[in-house]
Structure formats: structure tokens, C-alpha cells
């Protein structure tokens, strides 16, 4: 699978013969701060708009008791930010990473295409060049994804995403 940026408006005039577009009408939104860990914030508000409901960055940070991050950094870590994202009412379903084998990042793309042509958004994180973070550099919404074959791993699927700050 391979992951573009939406920069500009992406239709089914994209496609190649034998794909097909699934594509949420999430609108596009800039972080606070760049370079600040605004992403997580503007994620969920991307998520929360595609639902109707406008959430500002500062309250989910608020709520969160800080950073909005993927997952809890530590036991004691008090930024929790599935107990944020119940706060505010959403229903969600995380990807089982604690359970899943070392290799998982076929049936990763296929939870995340399975998840998208459900017609639920995303958000995942991202790895930027010369960056040394473990985990992940940057969060992005998933917004839309390319396919020909909708329940199963397809290298040439193309996962389309904001990146919140172009």
C-alpha cells in the first residue's frame, strides 16, 4: 500500500481502470503550531467534523491533560487519549497493536481499508526522513483510500491523507 498526501482535490478521474475511490468528505485543516504536537488535536478534530461536531484543538489538549498522542507513553502517564476521544462521545475501534505479530503491517493496511470503506476515518501516525522517533513522527487523518479489492491486502491500494500542514 502506498500513502499520498491530498493536497489538492482527488477524484475519481485519478483512478486506474480496475480501482475504485472511496473518499470521506473530511474537509482539510491546519495544526497549531507546527512543529508543536498539534497533529493529534487536529486530527480528532478533523474526525469530529466529519461527524458534524467542531471540537477546537485547545479543549482536546485540555482534556487530554496534554499532548494528544496515539497511545499513552507510560502506565503513569496522565495524557490518556482514549479516555479524550470517550470524553467527547465518539465510538472508535483501535487497531489491536499489543496482539498483533511483530510483522503486522499487512493486516494493518487491511484493517485501515476495511475501516475506511466502512465510511469511518483514521488517524495514524506517520514517519518523516531524518526524524528519529521510535513509534511515529506526525499524525494524520486518513480520509480516502484507492483500491481494487476491498478485503484484502493490496500493495497497489493508495491511502489518501491530510498532512495537516500544506
Known amino acids: 500500500m502506498s500513502i499520498t498526501n491530498k493536497k489538492c482535490a482527488q477524484s475519481k478521474q485519478d483512478e486506474k481502470p480496475s480501482q475504485c475511490t472511496m473518499l470521506l ?8 503550531d507546527h512543529g508543536n504536537g498539534y497533529c493529534g488535536e487536529v486530527s480528532l478534530q478533523c474526525i469530529g467534523l466529519y461527524y458534524g461536531a467542531w471540537i477546537s484543538q485547545g479543549l482536546i ?12 507513553m507510560s502506565s503513569n502517564d496522565k495524557r490518556d487519549p482514549l479516555r479524550t476521544i470517550s470524553l467527547l462521545r465518539f465510538k472508535y475501534d483501535e487497531w489491536d497493536w499489543k496482539n498483533s505479530d511483530s510483522a503486522q503491517y499487512r493486516d494493518f493496511c487491511c484493517w485501515m481499508k476495511i475501516s475506511l470503506l466502512r465510511k469511518h476515518p483514521i488517524m495514524f501516525g506517520i514517519f518523516f526522513p531524518n526524524n528519529d522517533c521510535d513509534d511515529y513522527d506526525h499524525i494524520v487523518p486518513a480520509i480516502g483510500i484507492r ?17 495537516l500542514y500544506s
Request: glycine content about 2%.
Open 61 to 72: 489538549r485540555d482534556l487530554n491533560k496534554g499532548e494528544f498522542l496515539l497511545q499513552r
Open 147 to 163: 483500491y481494487r479489492y476491498p478485503n484484502a491486502y493490496d500493495p497497489d491500494d493508495i491511502l489518501i491523507y491530510y498532512d
Open 25 to 32: 468528505d473530511v474537509s482539510p485543516r491546519f495544526q497549531w
